[in-house]
């Protein structure tokens, strides 16, 4: 039996955020949308390590790939340290076909005098670039960097030219048997694997499946805790959102949700998706305490957020919890006039994407829409309000509009807008 070729990706999951720019990225696109597809159009199996099977230990069948793969892909966004160390684990048991890739923000720009973030080791070797807009890839993207890696693995094969900082003159490293391959095969064949188990969570996430979302994802903490002795960040914000998600109005569950929180520390976190999280959760125990306290620090994270990220819809609902600070206070004017000031910044991020021609290519399209006609109502702006209501209702038979309808109201009951 002929030996199917492996591709080894060392990769993060799910959203991880770059923190130096304080950016997120949904690296399972990059692997799904970028890398998978190049690697099997050119007759690879191509994996990472959460499609391993979680029956046994993990972390020796990590390494096998690592050093037995024909090729690894080594995905440096974000700056990972597990990455990074795994990439030299590779490099010292493999002298070739060891491919480097990036999101471009770590090549930096000459022209705006940001420095280049790759590391210093690295640096002078070939280091693929690709653009990722956070939870998205543009087809643009998908297929340029899927042809340039197809003509690069095409001549990695035939020229296997050393690129292993490390390894010059030690023995190569074996491969994996026809057998061996096999006999992997069939032991992830049975679905028991992190990957399938978090895409299943997501799809029944997005469906609002959220209580059997919640299961899945627990399980998945269950497992990933066998070989992973600190927290993961994706994981607990999922398992933190889909709790505080199932009982919205329940005081308990939404304390649960934020003792889930707990050990990403939000207080001192610069991780905008886990300062969102706490943020929606402050809120929403605010609408039922009423208690000052709980909207302090739902305005607290959803600010901190905003101001390391410049995030339309972390800053619309910063400048809602700002108005709510507001409301009855005897500082009522500064904090309009702060939650108007947001609002004119969310203005000019939205509008910025729009011009930009990337709209309705982009996954949260409706998102935009909906925080840019939430700062136009309250700034003033009637005629450019209905405009983008407009734009917003011929999305309705693919979105949903009940959210925006919920905030847009509570908006005109509470609150007046700038005139």
Known sequence: MENQPICFVITGFGVKMDYETGKSYNLDLSFKQLVKPAFEAMGFWCLRTIE???????EKKMYEFIQKADFVVADLSTLNPNALYELGVRHALKPYTTIMIAESSLFGDKSKNIPNRLPFDLNHYVVLPYEHLGDTISEETQTAFQEKLKTLIAALKEAKEQDSPVFNNIQIAPSFTSTEVKALKDEMGDGSNLQALLEEAEQLKDSRRIEEALVLFKKAKEMISHYQHTQDEFITQRLALCTYKSKADDLGVLNEALEILVPLHPDTSTNTETLGLAGAIYKRKHEITKDPKDAEQSAKMYNKGFYINDDYYTGINAAYMQNVLGKDSPEAAFYNELANH??????????SIIKSGSLYKRNDVQWILQSKAEAEFMLG?????????????????????????EQMEKLKTNFKFEE
């Open 52 to 58: 391993l099977n979680y029956t046994g230990s993990i």
């Open 342 to 351: 947001t609002r004119r910044k969310v203005l000019d991020i939205t509008n």
């Open 381 to 405: 702006k009637t005629a450019d309000y209905q405009k983008t209501v407009i734009k917003l209702e011929d999305l309705t038979s693919k979105f949903s509009s009940s959210s925006f309808d």
